[in-house]
């Protein structure tokens, strides 16, 4: 009927968008902030072989990585809850809930054999794309499969469940079947930074980044700043050692790290330089501090920790972070 008082009416009719022809446009799949609250840990793996490229030509990835890895910055905001957004609107195909939240660290070997992406979700948007969301939160998933989901909708929390040590959303964007790259697609084999992006916000490249920067009042390690981000304690004080931490990832073999301490006067307190990495590193620890504790105490008033990351001769990452005693 509809047609035909089209065709009355003079109009060429216009043939109905071909859903396959449509590009997906992507929205960030967290409900966090890019070089606060979360980063990119890895990239898609683009290289064929046993190689590892992403699509900027580094190797933010690992072989045969075929998503996106959202990385919040510690376990504590992980356990307040942070959401995941559906990139796109369309329709829940399937859903996985019941997978505990533990590192695979922390398991024996096979114990998420067959649940590698935890707990998880699968949106078919049209056109053969797809995308899929996994490792989120024991029980936090609200959608159910056949559900239509809009944009930004949320479909569960950050989570730590199957394959993963970190909490993070890992994020496959298909296309008919097969993994894309969603910061490259179509690129040609080789190429680096090229094809198309699917983001409606490209986030920036970064060559590598800071996680976490702190002060303690002694050592840290890896794994209590996993936990608890910046906010180590005790904190640090007039009458305790004194101890800046800096958690970077994707740093690269050669990368030379230096993190120093200095005092609100400038008088440096420690100055670490790291020899340079022997190999490419998805996380790394640095500290600078001083444990002997000053009579009458540290003097009041701002310090300092400056990192900074140099690669093949160029300054790539720095960083200030400050503490007042
Ligand atoms: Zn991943």
Known sequence: MRWGVVMALGLVPVAPPEPSRLALRLGWPVDCRLGETCAIQNYPDEDPGPGVRDYACHARSYDKHDGTDIRLVSMALQRRGVNVLAAAEGNVLRVRDGVEDKSVRDQPPGAIAGRECGNGVVIAHGGGWETQYCHMRQGSL????????SAGQ???KVGLSGDTEFPHLHLTV????KA????ALGAPAGTCRAGRSLWQQTPPYREGEILVAGFAAGPVQMKDVQANGADQRPRPSRTTPIVAFVQAIGLEAGDVQRLVLAAPDGRILADNQAPPLDHDKAQQLLFAGRGRVPAGGWPTGEYRATYSVIRDGKMVLTNTAKTVL
């Not at 609200?142 to 989901?149: D, L």
């Not at 298909?174 to 079947?177: E, H, I, N, P, Q």
């Not at 894309?180 to 910061?183: A, L, Q, R, S, Y």
């Open 180 to 183: 894309v790259d969603p910061f």
């Open 174 to 177: 298909r296309k008919d079947g």
């Open 154 to 156: 949320v479909l569960g």
């Open 142 to 149: 609200v959608v159910r499969s056949g559900q239509h989901v």
